[in-house]
């Protein structure tokens, strides 16, 4: 069974694949039920039961999410048979409370819902392990853009994403106020070191993929001045500025004058208490692997009402 009509729209209004989405959910459900059913939730929950309950944030933070959750309560069958409240048209009994990208705090219910108990109670875990770790890299990413805010300088995140969850990791960093990078290795190209090294150079690596992918942005990693003068001169037009102090990231940004067009995006070794640094030196985008591989988890529960 797919998911109903109006959690595919949702998902679809936030900008996520709803198939991709749903294999997703799909698989985290999967993994609850490998060894067998919901045996406490069938033995503690009368048959036909009916429940209430609210997700509710025990901490403050911004909230990424909610049409995932309603996915899984959906692909649980906890949305089956159900009625709605106000709001929440073909939704079942489910209602949203606030948004993706919403500053909340302690004490804040996001999502209401009315279902079937035992469907309720299997979806729990699933449900809370997506809400969580999707606004706690939006809660982090949040954090850099705040700390960003003013000098034309916006966070990026990578492909250091959790296997299976990068089309969901990346749209909790844009719930945070961030952008993402490339989601894959076709829609970009991105020259490391490793490729400079097969190449034989900057400059022999951007030509060779510029003759294989001539329409495909492109970006180089540089690791020092000397690689930024030439992939300037070889007409990159994004520098990566790879575990470059500051002074180093001026002196590049005015290398990058004389191409107006150029882009720069400094990475490695970034820290939130000098995020500000580092974009008045005048670069475009800082890249922050972290937002995706090490946010802490934003604590949301579901309480029976």
Same mark, same amino acid.
């Given at each position: ?9 949702? +998902? ?21 039920? %490998?060894? !067998? ?15 209430? #309950? ?18 899984? +309560?959906?692909? #649980?069958?906890? +949305? ?5 409240? !106000? @709001? ?6 489910? @209602? ?5 990208? $919403?500053?909340?705090?302690? @004490? ?8 079937? +108990? ?8 699933? /449900? ?53 990078? %490339? ?17 034989? !150079?900057?400059?022999?690596?951007? %030509?060779?993929?510029?003759?294989? =992918? ?8 540089? $690791?020092?001045?000397?690689? *930024?003068?030439?992939?300037? $001169? ?7 500025? $790879?575990?470059?102090?500051? =002074?180093?990231?001026?002196?590049? *940004? !005015? ?17 939130? =208490? ?29 309480? /029976?009402?």
């Amino acid at each position: 069974m797919t998911l109903t009509t109006a959690v595919t729209g949702r +998902l679809r209004t936030a900008g996520l694949d709803p198939a991709e989405a749903e294999r997703s959910v799909r698989a985290a459900l999967a993994e609850d039920l %490998r060894y !067998g059913p919901d045996v406490t939730s069938a033995a503690t929950a009368a048959p036909g039961a009916r429940a209430a #309950a609210e997700v509710v944030a025990r901490a403050p933070g911004v909230l990424a999410g909610l049409p995932v959750a309603l996915a899984v +309560l959906d692909a #649980a069958g906890a +949305l089956a048979g159900t009625e709605g409240p !106000g @709001g929440a048209e073909g939704l079942g009994g489910a @209602g949203e409370l606030a948004a993706d990208g $919403d500053e909340i705090k302690a @004490g804040t219910a996001v999502l209401r819902v009315r279902a079937p +108990l035992r469907e309720l109670l299997g979806a729990e875990r699933s /449900l809370l392990n997506f809400l969580t770790h999707l606004s706690g890299i939006a809660t982090a990413t949040r954090a850099w853009a705040d700390a960003l805010a003013g000098t034309g300088c916006t966070v990026r995140d990578t492909r250091k994403t959790l296997p299976g969850l990068r089309q969901l990791e990346k749209y909790a960093v844009r719930c945070g106020g961030g952008q993402n990078h %490339r989601m894959g290795l076709g829609d970009a190209a991105l020259i490391k070191d490793n490729h400079v090294a097969a190449a034989g !150079g900057v400059t022999a690596a951007i %030509r060779a993929v510029r003759a294989a =992918a001539p329409g495909l942005p492109l970006e180089v990693e540089c $690791d020092d001045l000397e690689q *930024v003068a030439e992939a300037l $001169d070889a007409g990159a037009g994004l520098i990566l500025l $790879d575990n470059m102090g500051l =002074a180093a990231l001026r002196a590049a *940004v !005015g290398l990058a004058r004389g191409y107006p067009s150029v882009k720069l995006e400094a990475s490695g070794g970034l820290t939130l =208490a000098t995020a500000r640094a580092v974009a008045e030196t005048g670069v475009d985008y800082v890249a922050v692997g972290a937002l995706t591989h090490s946010s802490a988890a934003l604590d949301l529960g579901l309480d /029976l009402l």
